[in-house]
C-alpha cells in the first residue's frame, strides 16, 4: 500500500508531461522495509511491489514492456541496497554511528538506485522517451530514487532510536516542518538565494531534533522542491537543459543539503555525548569520593547519632534531598526510633519514634524489607491518604524510603524527601542503595558497640570505686577521666587499699587499648595486683608476678604500672615502676619537687622473664606524691618529657593550706583539658600524721572532681 501511494504520488504531483519526474518516495519505503525485515519474508515485499507497480502502470496506460522494466528495476534496487547495507553493518543500521550512516548512504542511496536506474532508465529510453538523451534518463532516475531513499527511509530507520526528540518536542517540530515549507516556497517561487534560506531550517531540525528533525525537514523541502522543479522553477530553471536533467540536479542539490545536515546532526549529537559522558564521569568520580568521605566518617562513628551527622555532611548535598531521616528498630523490634533527621522541625512534628504496625513509608518498608519509591505527591497521597499532612509539612514531592538490613534482619530505614520532582533513575537509586548498605554495617557495628560499651561501663564501675576508702594518715584525692566517650572506655586504673602491718597499697596502671578487652583487662590486672599485695609482696616482686600474669592471660599483651607501698612506722614509701611515667614526690620542707625514677623496668606482659628492683625513700609529714597515667603528660606531637616539666613546675607551687582536691582539679585541667585524646588517671597523696585520723577523702570521675 505504501509502495502503492507513493507510485501514485510521484505520477500525479510529480508528473511532467512526459511522465513521472521521478522523486520516487516508495524507493525509501521499499529497501527500509527490507532491512527491517528478515530476509525470507523478502520474497512477501518483492510480490508487493510487483503487484502495486503493475497496477500504477495499467492505471496511467504504461507499455507492458516498460511496465516489467520498471517492476524489475523497482525489485532490484531495494535487494541491492539493503543487500548492502545488511553486510557492511553487520546487521540493521544505526544511522547514529558515522560508519553505519555511510554504509547506509554509499549502499542503499546509492548502489542500489544505481542498479535500478540503469534498468529503468534504459527502458524509459527505448519505450516511453525515445527521443531523450539516455545519460539524462538514467541520472533522473537516479537522482529521483537517491532522494526518496534518504528522505524516506532514513526516518523511518531512526525513527526507534530517535523519536523521543520529535515527542519532547512536539510544537517546536511542527514550527520546523512549517518554516521548511516557507523557505522551500520562498525560494523555488523567488529569486532568494535557496543555500541561505534551507540550510538554516535544516540546521535548526539537526541541531535540536538530531537526525530524524533533519531528515524530516528534508523530506519536506524534497517534495516542494520536485513541485516547483517540474514546473519549471526553481535554482536551475536557467539552465539551458532539459527539464528531466533539471530535475535531476535539483534532488542532488537537495540530496547533498539533507546528508551534509544529518552529518552535522550527528557530529552535534556526539559532542553532546562527549559532554555527557564527561559530565558522567565527573558526577559518578564526585559521588564515589563523597561515598569515600561517608565511609571513612562512618567506621568512625559510634552511635547512631554519629551516623546521622556523617549522613547530614555528606549525602544531603551530593543527592539535593531537602529532608533525610535516619531511624532504627527498637530494641523490642516493635518500634522505629528516630535517631537522626534534617531538618530538626521533621523530627519535632514526627516526634522520637513510631510503632511499626502504623503504616508509613518508613514502617512499610522495615517491614517489607524492599525499597519504596514514590515519585510524585499525587502518589503519596493516593499510596498512604492518612499520611498527606506528614507530606504537606515537609514540602515532599518525590520520596525514597531504602530499607537497612544485616544478615536478613532489619535495622533500620533511611527516609529522602525531595521538593522537586526527581527522575529518580538508576544512577541515583544506586547511589542511594551503596550509602544504605554502608549506613546499615554502621548501625549494626553502633550496636555492638553501645552494648560493650554498656557490659565495659558496669565491668568499670564495679572495678573503680567512685570514692577510694578512707585509710589513716593520709589526705587522697583520686580524679579519673575517659578519653572522649566515642573512642570507648579506656584501660586506665588506680588501687589505694589498706594492708597489714598498718601499711597502704597504692597503684596506677594503664593497659593498653579501649573498650571491653581493655576494661577487662584492667579488672584482671587490678584484681592480681590487690591479691599480691595482701600476701606482702614488695613491689619489685609483686611486679615481676604481674608481668608473667600480664604476659599469660591479658587480650592487649601490653601494660604499664606503677606501685608504691608506704609504711608509716617507718616513714617510707618503697616502689617499683614498670615502663609508667615516675610519680612526683613534692617536699614540704622545700617545695621542691622530685622524680621517683631510680626503680623503672620495662613494661608488663612482653617480657616474662624481666627481672624488676624497687627503692625506697623516707616521707617527711606534709609531703605529696602524686600518681599518674600518661594521658597527663603526654600530647601528640610534644615530648612527654615536656608534659612531666609541666606537672613539676605546677606541683612545687601548690601550698600546704589549700586542699589536696583543689590541686588535682587544677593539675588535670591545664594538662589535661578537654575534649581529652587519652584516659587521665591521677592519684595525689598527702601524708600526715597518724594522730591526725582519717582525713577527707575526694575524687572526680567522668568530668567532675570534688
Not at 36 to 42: Q, V, Y
Not at 225 to 234: D, E, L, P, Q
Not at 416 to 442: K, R
Request: a negative charge; glycine letters at 10%.
Amino acid at each position: 500500500m505504501a509502495f502503492a501511494g507513493g507510485s501514485l504520488l510521484a505520477w500525479q504531483v510529480f508528473g511532467s508531461e512526459a511522465g513521472p519526474a521521478f522523486f520516487y518516495p516508495p524507493a525509501g519505503v521499499t529497501v527500509a522495509a527490507m532491512i527491517l525485515s528478515r530476509r525470507r519474508l523478502w520474497s512477501a515485499v518483492v510480490a508487493g511491489i510487483f503487484a502495486a507497480e503493475t497496477l500504477v502502470d495499467i492505471l496511467f496506460q504504461t507499455p507492458p514492456l516498460a511496465s516489467v522494466g520498471f517492476a524489475l528495476a523497482n525489485t532490484i534496487e531495494p535487494v541491492v541496497g539493503a543487500s548492502l547495507v545488511l553486510a557492511w553493518c553487520g546487521g540493521r543500521p544505526d544511522l547514529g554511528k558515522r560508519r553505519d550512516f555511510v554504509a547506509f548512504v554509499m549502499g542503499a542511496a546509492i548502489l542500489g538506485p544505481l542498479s535500478g536506474c540503469l534498468i529503468g532508465g534504459s527502458l524509459k529510453a527505448v519505450t516511453i522517451d525515445a527521443g531523450s538523451p539516455w545519460l539524462s534518463l538514467v541520472l533522473n532516475w537516479w537522482a529521483g530514487d537517491a532522494l526518496g531513499v534518504l528522505v524516506v527511509a532514513a526516518p523511518i530507520l531512526l525513527w526507534a532510536t530517535q523519536s523521543h526528540f520529535v515527542r519532547q518536542r512536539p510544537w517546536e517540530t511542527v514550527a520546523v516542518i512549517a518554516v521548511a515549507m516557507a523557505v522551500s516556497f520562498a525560494g523555488f517561487w523567488t529569486a532568494a538565494p535557496l543555500a541561505l534560506l534551507i540550510l538554516p531550517v535544516l540546521g535548526w531540525a539537526a541541531l535540536r531534533l538530531d537526525m530524524l528533525g533533519a531528515a524530516l525537514a528534508g523530506a519536506v523541502v524534497a517534495f516542494l522542491v520536485n513541485v516547483t522543479a517540474t514546473r519549471g522553477r526553481g535554482l536551475f530553471a536557467n539552465i539551458d537543459v532539459s527539464l528531466t536533467t533539471r530535475v535531476a540536479l535539483t534532488q542532488v542539490f537537495i540530496a547533498t543539503i539533507v546528508v551534509v545536515t544529518m552529518v552535522i546532526a550527528q557530529e552535534s549529537r556526539a559532542r553532546e555525548s562527549e559532554v555527557e559522558e564527561h559530565e558522567a564521569e565527573r558526577r559518578e568520580r564526585i559521588r564515589l569520593e563523597t561515598l569515600s568521605r561517608l565511609a571513612r566518617k562512618l567506621s568512625a562513628a559510634l552511635t547512631p547519632q554519629d551516623i546521622g551527622r556523617a549522613l547530614e555532611e555528606e549525602v544531603i548535598a551530593e543527592v539535593g534531598v531537602q529532608a533525610l531521616s535516619l531511624g532504627a528498630v527498637g530494641p523490642d523490634a516493635r518500634t522505629l526510633e528516630w535517631v537522626s533527621g534534617y531538618p530538626r522541625v521533621v523530627l519535632e512534628k514526627f516526634g522520637d519514634s513510631m510503632s511499626l504496625s502504623e503504616r508509613t513509608v518508613a514502617t512499610d518498608v522495615v517491614r517489607g524489607g524492599q525499597p519504596i519509591i514514590i515519585p510524585t505527591s499525587a502518589e503519596y497521597a493516593q499510596i498512604y491518604p492518612d499520611k498527606v499532612h506528614w507530606a504537606q509539612l515537609s514540602g515532599a514531592e518525590s520520596t525514597v524510603g531504602w530499607p537497612l538490613s544485616s544478615a536478613g534482619r532489619p535495622v533500620g530505614v533511611m527516609l529522602l524527601v525531595w521538593t522537586d520532582p526527581q527522575p529518580l533513575d538508576a544512577e541515583q537509586l544506586y547511589y542511594v542503595a551503596a550509602v544504605a548498605n554502608m549506613v546499615s554495617q554502621a548501625l549494626v557495628r553502633a550496636q555492638v558497640y553501645a552494648d560493650e560499651r554498656a557490659r565495659a561501663t558496669i565491668l568499670q564501675s564495679a572495678v573503680l570505686p567512685a570514692t577510694p576508702a578512707e585509710i589513716s594518715g593520709l589526705d587522697v584525692c583520686v580524679t579519673y577521666e575517659p578519653a572522649d566517650v566515642e573512642q570507648g572506655l579506656g584501660g586506665d586504673w588506680y588501687d589505694l587499699m589498706a594492708l597489714p602491718g598498718n601499711r597502704t597499697f597504692l597503684a596506677v596502671g594503664d593497659v593498653v587499648g579501649h573498650g571491653m578487652p581493655a576494661v577487662e583487662d584492667m579488672a584482671q590486672l587490678r584484681s592480681a595486683g590487690r591479691a599480691l599485695a595482701h600476701q606482702g609482696m614488695e613491689p619489685a616482686q609483686l611486679m615481676a608476678e604481674l608481668n608473667g600474669f600480664t604476659h599469660d592471660a591479658s587480650h592487649g599483651k601490653f601494660a604499664t604500672m606503677v606501685v608504691a607501698i608506704y609504711a608509716p612506722d617507718e616513714r617510707s614509701l618503697r616502689y617499683c615502676s614498670a615502663g609508667h611515667p615516675p610519680p612526683l614526690l613534692r617536699r614540704s620542707a622545700t617545695g621542691g619537687v622530685s622524680r621517683l625514677a631510680d626503680a623503672h623496668g620495662p613494661v608488663l606482659g612482653p617480657l616474662p622473664g624481666a627481672v624488676y628492683t624497687d627503692e625506697t625513700v623516707a616521707i617527711e609529714s606534709g609531703d605529696i606524691l602524686v600518681m599518674y597515667t600518661d594521658g597527663l603528660v603526654e600530647r601528640r606531637g610534644a615530648d612527654i618529657e615536656a608534659g612531666i616539666c609541666s606537672a613539676e613546675r605546677i606541683i612545687a607551687g601548690w601550698s600546704p593550706d589549700v586542699g589536696i582536691g583543689t590541686y588535682c582539679s587544677i593539675l588535670q585541667d591545664r594538662l589535661a583539658p578537654r575534649p581529652r585524646a587519652d584516659d587521665v588517671c591521677v592519684i595525689a597523696v598527702r601524708f600526715t600524721p597518724d594522730d591526725e585520723g582519717p582525713r577527707k577523702v575526694c575524687a572526680g570521675r567522668s568530668g567532675s572532681t570534688s
